[in-house]
């Protein structure tokens, strides 16, 4: 998928671009918790707090990996995973890694994962002198331990992750997780390039979130692009040229210029209502991560907030949030969007969104995205559950507070999840506590026994939001976070528009509100499409809105209708694309 550079020439590097734009600046390779990390230098003043860091980041690895260790007693884990931990936690405490890189950063004044990282080399490199093969495998678990300390001290606020990244720079990663990436929310910076990753994994949502360029898939990126060089980073058209000469150069400054013009234009339409030609409403809502997200929520003009991936709270933090916490954030969001509806998805943890010290999730599922995870996770843990619950019913009194079930499969877990809701205010009554009593239910379609058997959801739930990422996930058994098959991965594969008109025609037939909110929605090409499927709720990033709401003003609904059946009952992707071009004509 890349070329091949030559020294210091120019070369294009292709990939998937999961956030469109162009942005010219120069590179800044970063790492993520693995074995590259940055370096920097400590003012003098700073060296104590720094060992300070690293010992506490020390302390909390031993305590994960005890943590760890007690709960499998309690389970019937296997015998040598209790050993294994013994050693790490045994490697952890030797001196050569608890003690050494601490005067590593009070000699050389530099960062705590610097510092690990040399201490770390060092020791390797003596395991690889070792003769007996046992002994040297076991560097393994030296890197594995180092591996969680550095994730430890890279999921802190502070001086780490990106120091000096501005307005002109572009991060080059190999590949990242959708909690580093949010972390790069509070730094500015021009684009991001990693080398892994698919278009709707949650690492390239919010990295559209960011709302910069990104091109992900770009395989050896990482390895070829060297720090400082100059990018043209072209989110809509998948491309990284790295070292454009002058002609490329002043093209891009030029393209990029029309595009700040276009999205300028773009900004009349924010208090405009989404509707179309034959005067059918179009409600379209906004995707959010974090309570920051707010403020661009409503430069949007969104309509609402269709979908809060709650989890997100969850990460990058020490422990799990209080009930108290997590009400402060929601009623937060809720008062922020000032009356306008507000649907937060209880949390979706498992799969590729993974927290440390949940018992459920730290095991190493053989096939994570099956595993334990959203709706069946929080029914393994239902004392989570209940904190979040009861904390989401608190702030549905201050606003239009909705709750949506992500990744329900079958009318038990829908009735469970219901029950719980039940307990959840029952307990906040015996407390006194005020709530919207009547807060809507909703289920989010991610799984295609959910559409097969979607009377279910209607008759149980009071919305539904189809999850376009996961139903394609799960339909086409293509993981969407493996770059090895991101090509597999196609919205407009007959299956998945089968499915999607099914839930939508039976929602729309029992009057059940339905949204789509998975990066379809925000896909431009794809508007006319789902609209001609009846859709008339999109979720989609803030950043969408207003190229989707031009498409909604410019689209004759009825006109479409005939149309969107053929491509309905086609099994050839031939005709579909091509019948495609004719919706968008
Ligand atoms: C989806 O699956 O389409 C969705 C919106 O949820 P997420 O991307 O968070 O899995
Ligand atoms: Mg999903």
Redesign the pocket.
């Given at each position: 998928m890349t070329a091949v550079p030559h020294a210091m020439s120019s070369f294009a590097l292709h990939g998937i671009g999961v956030s469109r734009g162009i942005a010219i600046g120069r590179a800044q390779l970063v790492s993520h918790a693995t074995l590259e990390v940055a370096h920097y230098t400590i003012p003098p003043s700073g060296v104590e707090a720094e060992i300070a860091r690293f010992d506490t980041a020390v302390r909390e690895t031993q305590q994960e990996l005890a943590s760890l260790h007690a709960s499998m007693k309690a389970g019937d884990a296997p015998a040598e995973f209790g050993a294994f931990l013994d050693v790490h936690w045994m490697i952890l405490s030797d001196p050569t890694l608890a003690e050494v890189p601490r005067r590593i950063v009070a000699e050389q004044r530099c960062n705590a994962e610097w510092a690990l990282t040399q201490q770390m080399g060092v020791l390797v490199e003596q395991f690889d002198q070792i003769e007996d093969p046992y002994l040297r495998e076991r560097k393994a678990d030296v890197v594995q331990v180092v591996e969680r300390v550095l994730k430890r001290l890279l999921g802190k606020p502070g001086p780490v992750g990106i120091p000096g990244a501005e307005a002109q720079t572009i991060l080059v990663a190999h590949d990242l997780s959708p909690a580093d990436v949010i972390q790069f929310k509070q730094h500015r910076f021009a684009a991001f390039i990693t080398d892994l990753g698919g278009v709707?994994s949650?690492t390239a949502?919010v990295a559209r979130s960011l709302n910069v360029p990104a091109v992900v898939a770009t395989h050896n990126g990482r390895q070829l692009i060297r720090e400082n060089e100059l990018l043209i980073v072209d989110g809509s058209n998948n491309v990284v040229i790295v070292n454009p000469d002058r002609s490329v150069l002043a093209e891009y400054r030029l393209k990029q210029g029309e595009l700040g013009l276009e999205r300028a234009k773009l900004k009349r339409l924010k208090t405009k209502p989404a509707m179309t030609i034959d005067g059918d409403e179009v409600e379209l809502s906004a995707n959010i991560e974090l309570p920051d997200d707010v403020p661009q929520t409503l430069e949007s003009g969104a309509n609402g907030i269709g979908?809060f991936?709650s989890e997100f709270l969850f990460l990058n933090r020490e422990g799990l949030p209080t009930e108290d916490e997590q009400f402060e954030a929601y009623r937060d969001v809720v008062q922020g969007m000032g009356g306008r509806p507000v649907t937060i998805r209880t949390f979706?943890l498992g799969a590729d969104k993974q927290k440390a010290g949940l018992d459920g999730l730290s095991r190493v599922a053989p096939n994570p995205a099956l595993g334990l995870r959203a709706v069946r996770f929080c029914l393994a843990e239902p004392r989570l559950f209940l904190t979040q619950l009861r904390a989401i019913l608190r702030a549905s009194q201050y606003g239009n507070v909705r709750i949506l079930i992500?990744m329900l499969a079958t009318v038990a877990e829908i009735d469970q999840t219901l029950v719980m809701i039940e307990q959840a205010k029952d307990s906040l009554r015996d407390r006194g506590v005020a709530f919207n009593a009547r807060v809507p239910v909703g289920g989010m379609i991610?799984v295609p026994a959910a559409v097969l058997a979607i009377t279910a959801f209607l008759a149980k739930l009071d919305f539904l939001s189809i999850?376009?990422?996961?139903?394609i996930q799960y339909t086409l058994a293509i993981d969407r976070s493996d770059d090895a098959v991101s090509h597999l991965y196609d919205p407009l594969h007959p299956a998945v528009l089968k499915l999607i008109s099914m839930a939508i025609v039976a929602a729309n037939r029992a009057k059940v509100p339905i949204a789509v909110?998975?990066?379809m929605a925000g896909e431009v090409r794809l508007t006319r499409l789902l609209l001609g499927l009846g859709l008339r709720s999109f979720s989609m990033h803030p950043a969408h809105i207003l190229a989707v709401k031009q498409r909604v003003l410019t689209t004759d609904a009825g006109a479409l209708k005939a149309i969107a059946l053929r491509m309905r009952r086609t099994d050839d992707p031939v005709r579909l694309a091509a019948l495609l071009d004719k919706l968008n004509a």
């Open positions: 709707t949650h949502i979908l991936r979706d992500p991610e999850g376009t990422n996961d139903l909110c998975g990066e």
